[in-house]
């Protein structure tokens, strides 16, 4: 019995040590080859960049070979890593240009862009969770109305909680642009609220 609770304790310490553990530590470990570190690191950002590539390219498959490549990426080059930026910034980076990528191979497609809007975003957000005749739907809605530079704005700064200087690296823009684009996107989207019926949020 104490060795169980001896392995458990062990086994608590070890999870507890690898949360602890900071990003910028984990890609030294990952240029050392280490896989555990590159597991951890995988764990600890798969799902963002999922729902980041998924929300530009509407399609999952897609998107989860990207994130596939973009972790790929990242045990080849994670020691190039320069700690200029966020490693979060720096995975969304990567995963910016393999989506632009990707949906530069898809234009040569005959797609249907009303049915590439009906696409189901299936990715695990409070959003999907809920039925879509509420509030939150309706701002999903009108949310994938806007251009799509005003609509990476809003992605990175509300669901991703990146800065004005964080998503400007990641789309490669000065600041000044960033700042521009979110007055001009929140203005669109607080004119497409108001005409969905929803004020409150338009304010």
């Known amino acids: 019995m104490q060795n169980v ?4 304790a062990a086994a608590r310490q070890g ?5 602890a553990t900071s990003d910028e530590m984990l890609l030294e470990r990952i ?11 995988y764990a600890r950002h798969n799902v963002r960049v999922y729902r980041f590539v998924l929300r530009s390219l509407r399609d999952a498959s897609a998107a989860e070979d990207i994130v596939s490549q973009v972790f790929l990426d990242v045990w080849r080059t994670a020691g190039q890593f320069e700690g200029r ?8 980076s990567i995963a910016r240009f393999k989506a632009l990528t990707a949906l530069r ?26 039925d879509r005749s509420n509030v939150s739907a309706i701002l999903r809605a009108c949310i994938d109305k806007l251009s799509p530079a ?3 704005i809003i ?21 000044s642009t960033v700042k521009t684009r979110m007055f ?7 004119e497409l609220l108001k005409g969905a019926g929803v004020a409150t949020l338009a304010a």
């Open 184 to 190: 001009y996107a929140r203005k669109q989207l607080a």
């Open 150 to 152: 005003h609509r990476e």
């Open 155 to 175: 992605h990175l700064v509300y669901y991703h909680e990146k800065s004005v200087e964080e998503a400007g690296e990641i789309i490669g823009i000065p600041q």
């Open 15 to 19: 999870i507890i040590a690898a949360q």
């Open 5 to 8: 609770i001896a392995i458990n």
């Open 85 to 92: 930026s966020q490693v979060s910034t720096w995975l969304l």
């Open 105 to 130: 191979q898809r234009r040569h497609e005959d797609i249907d862009q009303e049915n590439v809007r009906e696409i189901a975003d299936d990715a695990d957000t409070p959003e999907t969770s809920l």
């Open 31 to 41: 240029a050392d080859g280490d896989r555990t570190a590159m597991h951890t690191l």
